[in-house]
């Protein structure tokens, strides 16, 4: 089983790397961020707590009718991000 409900079958962690975590998942600025999520990325790279021997693809598709959508990669504490949905009368030939 895993930890704590979540995704850490193996217990991996420290102060350090839980501060991280939640740094990240608080953090609005996307630099700033950036920056945590490549020191986690140093921590689990140096220790090797999994040895990561598959990585899926995936797609993102996104509709003209969320003109405001971005994609984003999946990370700790993600949340989606509101999207306008525009009626079809509403798009313009450029979207």
């Known amino acids: 089983g895993s930890y704590n409900g979540g995704s ?6 420290d102060a350090r790397s839980d501060a991280l975590i939640e740094a990240i998942r608080k953090e609005m600025n996307e630099d700033l961020r950036h920056n945590y999520f490549r020191e986690f990325q140093a921590m ?3 220790d090797a707590p999994y040895v990561f021997i598959y990585t899926p693809k995936a797609r993102i598709v996104m ?23 525009v009626g079809k009368d509403e798009m313009s030939a450029d979207n």
Do not use: D
């Open 8 to 13: 850490n079958y193996v217990g991996y962690g």
């Open 44 to 46: 689990v790279a140096n």
């Open 63 to 85: 509709s003209k009718r969320f003109p405001n959508a971005k994609s984003y990669i999946a990370r700790p504490g993600y949340t989606e991000r509101e999207l306008i949905v």
